[in-house]
Nanobody, 118 residues
C-alpha cells in the first residue's frame, strides 16, 4: 500500500506564496507521472498541474505562470510552488500518482488546506 502525505498549506493574503510538498511511501514513485489536484468547497476535485516521469510539466490555464510543479525521485517527493496566489486558489490540495492523461490512480491522502484571503 502506497501512502501519500501532503504538507505545506496555510493561510496567505492575495499575492502571497506557498510551497506544497507530497511525500510518497514505497518504491514506485519514479515510475509514474504525478499530479496535484485541488477541491474547492462545493466543487469537484480537479487537476491543477502534472509532471511526467521525465520531468515534462502541464498546467491548467488558470495557474500557468504562477504555479510550478517539480519532483525529486530520490526523495519520493513532488512539489508545487504557488506564487501570486488568488482567492480562487482556495481549496484542499492533493497529490496522486497518475496515468499519462493524469487520471488519478492511487488512494488519496489527507490533503493540505490552502486559504487565500485578505
Amino acid at each position: 500500500q502506497v501512502h501519500l502525505v501532503e504538507s505545506g498549506g496555510g493561510s496567505v493574503q492575495p499575492g502571497g506564496s506557498l510551497r506544497l510538498s507530497c511525500a510518497a511511501s514505497g518504491s514506485i514513485f519514479s515510475r509514474y507521472p504525478m499530479g496535484w489536484y485541488r477541491q474547492a468547497p462545493g466543487k469537484q476535485r480537479v487537476l491543477v498541474a502534472g509532471i511526467t516521469t521525465g520531468g515534462a510539466t502541464n498546467y491548467v490555464d488558470s495557474v500557468k505562470g504562477r504555479f510550478t510543479i517539480s519532483r525529486d525521485n530520490a526523495k519520493n517527493t513532488v512539489y508545487l510552488q504557488m506564487n501570486s496566489l488568488k482567492p480562487e486558489d482556495t481549496a484542499v490540495y492533493y497529490c496522486n500518482f497518475a496515468s499519462n492523461t493524469y487520471i488519478p490512480l492511487g488512494s488519496w491522502g489527507q490533503g493540505t488546506q490552502v486559504s487565500v484571503s485578505s
